[in-house]
């Protein structure tokens, strides 16, 4: 079974706006963690009351399931949490790869080159000269050629 080809589009964002998109994806869905959280304090404040009396006079029972559906609710909250983890850590190695393979300095012969800020579906840097890739006119590496 091969790879699917995903069609050149004119309109496809660059790497760099797929990691800048992926990083405020995390932001938003932090914000929203927080807002949950936020939620639930209020929600324990209101059972508790402002003097710690319990003003709506809870039974055993009743604080029971509340503790029970409390402690559900923040476990659901730390695996959300450990998931955007690893989506960072994805984002981060993601934006890794954009690096040049080579830095000049690291080959004695290597004519690497850095971003000319043009317009075509390129990717940032481009890789050292000793990998066989082709370029396009402004000596960039074009995304999925091999």
Same mark, same amino acid.
């Given at each position: 079974?091969?790879?699917?080809?995903?069609?050149?589009?004119?309109?496809?964002?660059?790497?760099?706006?797929?990691?800048?998109? /992926? &990083?405020?994806?995390?932001?938003?869905?932090? =914000?929203? #963690?927080?807002?949950? *959280?936020?939620?639930?304090?209020? $929600?324990?404040?209101?059972?508790?009351?402002?003097?710690?009396?319990?003003?709506?006079?809870?039974?055993?029972?009743?604080?029971?399931?509340?503790?029970?559906?409390?402690?559900?609710?923040?476990?659901?909250?730390?695996?959300?949490?450990? /998931? &955007?983890?690893?989506?960072?850590?994805?984002? =981060?190695? #993601?934006?890794?790869? *954009?690096?040049?393979?080579?830095? $000049?300095?690291?080959?004695?012969?290597?004519?690497?080159?850095?971003?000319?800020?043009?317009?075509?579906?390129?990717?940032?840097?481009?890789?050292?000269?000793?990998?066989?890739?082709?370029?396009?006119?402004?000596?960039?590496?074009?995304?999925?050629?091999?």
């Amino acid at each position: 079974m091969s790879m699917p080809n995903i069609p050149e589009g004119k309109f496809r964002p660059s790497m760099k706006e797929t990691i800048i998109d /992926l &990083l405020e994806s995390i932001a938003l869905e932090e =914000i929203a #963690l927080s807002h949950l *959280l936020n939620a639930e304090a209020e $929600k324990i404040q209101a059972l508790v009351g402002k003097d710690l009396d319990f003003p709506s006079c809870p039974s055993n029972e009743e604080i029971f399931k509340f503790n029970h559906q409390t402690s559900k609710f923040l476990e659901v909250i730390v695996m959300k949490e450990w /998931l &955007l983890l690893r989506k960072l850590d994805d984002v =981060i190695f #993601l934006n890794g790869e *954009l690096k040049p393979l080579c830095s $000049k300095g690291e080959h004695d012969d290597c004519d690497c080159d850095y971003d000319c800020g043009c317009e075509c579906d390129c990717i940032e840097y481009v890789p050292c000269k000793c990998i066989e890739e082709e370029p396009c006119k402004c000596r960039h590496y074009h995304r999925g050629r091999k």
